[in-house]
């Protein structure tokens, strides 16, 4: 009788490694644990979203090993490249250079049928790395990038007798944008009935979210009246709370015949009380108008620090 295996016997299966990421979103983050962040799968979303340096570094790094790879096939068998010193891997390796990059000066070629075949591999290697590498390439320098300047500090002021939750920013290139969305939320801790405690985004409706032309600058306003998630809210309530406001931009750029798009994030204690934004554009008694950027952040009446 064969012998049965007790279904407590039965070999475990090795657990697999889960690595804990960390989601950025501003200064806000978050650690996730099960999710990746590159992809072997997907290598287009992993060689367009590394970083300038590292994108170059492979760049540059695939194209050697590539040519040292070619070089030692053209020497695994001595006499396939004409004019070439016997052994010379330096021969080898720029002549596989001229040949990756399909340019011929002459100099060097191939002169049997060992030396035909490699070079004809690594040409057809060599038009698909360059496809693949211009592609890339023009994928990350026509990226729309935006440039939007954001005041430091949110503040809440009376406005027409009505606590208003402010952010001010601006269009910080020389083009005017056009058909601007602006949203602004809320993520507030809240505990449920049965005392299970969760994170919730919250949407802030603001006076005025969208703009036809968005040329210069432009103050967000949420009033905090009774209908609002943060309705009642002073110096004390954000003590008490741990508040992040999200501000999220979309806009067109006319130059660029693209939409761009932006996010910024703000902690609860940079919420200022009882100020206004100094004023940073002006028209002067021509009904010229000028902006200073530089006094998007400059706030009036805050009282000195004790």
């Keep these: 009788m064969a012998e049965q295996r007790l279904a407590g016997d039965r070999p475990r299966k090795r657990a697999h490694r889960v690595r804990t990421m960390r989601l950025q979103v501003g200064a806000y983050s978050v650690e996730t644990r099960g999710a990746l962040r590159y992809d072997p799968r997907d290598p287009f979303y992993f060689a367009a979203t590394l970083p300038w340096p590292a994108f170059l570094t492979l760049l540059f790094g ?8 070619f070089a030692v096939l053209y020497l695994a068998v001595p006499g396939s490249i004409a004019n070439a010193r016997p052994g010379a891997y330096g021969d080898a390796f720029f002549f596989s250079v001229e040949t990756l990059a399909t340019v011929g000066y002459g100099v060097f070629a191939p002169v049997t049928a060992y030396g ?8 057809f290697v060599g038009i698909a790395f360059n496809a693949i590498a211009t592609g890339l390439m023009f994928l990350r320098f026509s990226r729309p990038k935006p440039r939007f300047v954001y005041a ?30 602006a949203t602004m939320s809320a993520l507030l801790f809240e505990t449920t009935q049965e005392g299970q405690v969760f994170r919730r985004f919250h949407d802030l409706k603001l006076v005025r979210a969208h703009l036809p032309l968005f040329p210069i600058a432009w103050t967000l306003m949420h009033e905090l009246g009774p209908d609002s998630p943060l309705y009642g809210m002073d110096a004390h309530w954000l003590r008490e709370n741990d508040l992040r406001v999200f501000v999220t931009l979309i806009a067109r750029d006319r130059r660029l015949g693209a939409v761009v798009h932006d996010a ?14 100094a004023d940073a554009v002006v028209s002067d008694k021509d009904g010229n108008t000028r902006a200073d950027l530089t006094l998007i952040s400059e706030l009036e009446g805050l009282e000195p620090a004790e």
């Excluded at 490699?118 to 040409?123: N, R």
């Excluded at 910024?264 to 934004?277: L, N, Q």
Aim: cysteine-free; charged content about 15%; overall charge positive.
């Design 62 to 69: 695939t194209w050697i090993a590539l040519n040292a790879i």
């Design 116 to 123: 035909h075949l490699v070079a004809t591999m690594e040409i």
């Design 152 to 181: 430091q500090n949110p503040i809440v002021a009376l406005v027409n007798g009505t606590p208003t939750l402010m952010l001010r920013l601006a269009n910080g290139r020389t083009s005017v944008l056009t058909d601007a969305h």
């Design 264 to 277: 910024r994030d703000y902690h609860g204690r940079d919420v200022r009380f009882g100020v206004r934004y």
